[in-house]
């Protein structure tokens, strides 16, 4: 089974960056879409930025300007540079293989970003 480890959260002061890492055991990974997810408290998980295989970003209204994705093909990561952060950025962050926009795998333990106030 392929594995997804996020790691790279922590607790932050609003206004504050933090950057996020997943490490994919995927094989083919370059050939595939990644994503970003989050899930906060007594919410849904939603998808809040995506990077193809070529490279394209894509990113939810909620983080555009803020938040940048990027992946690095040789060391199978993804990241997740995330600037000016507020207090409803708090949530558990995942990372996940994209096919056809759909997760392809089972969620990994994702990473705690808590923004404070």
């Known amino acids: 089974q392929v594995q997804l480890v996020e790691s790279g959260g922590g607790l932050v002061q609003a206004g504050g960056s933090l950057t996020l890492s997943c490490v994919v055991s995927?094989?083919?990974?370059?050939?595939?879409?990644m994503g970003w997810y989050r899930q906060a408290p007594r919410k849904t998980r939603e998808l809040v930025a995506e990077i193809t295989r070529d490279f394209t970003s894509n990113y939810a209204n909620s983080v555009k300007g803020r938040f940048t994705i990027s992946r690095d093909n040789a060391k199978n990561t993804v990241t997740l540079q995330m600037n000016s952060l507020k207090t409803d950025d708090t949530a558990v962050y995942y990372c996940?293989?994209?096919?056809?926009?759909?997760?392809?795998?089972?969620w990994g333990k994702g990473t705690l970003v808590n923004v404070s106030s």
């Open positions: 996940m293989v994209l096919a056809h926009g759909s997760p392809l795998y089972a």
């Open positions: 995927e094989r083919l990974f370059s050939n595939y879409d």
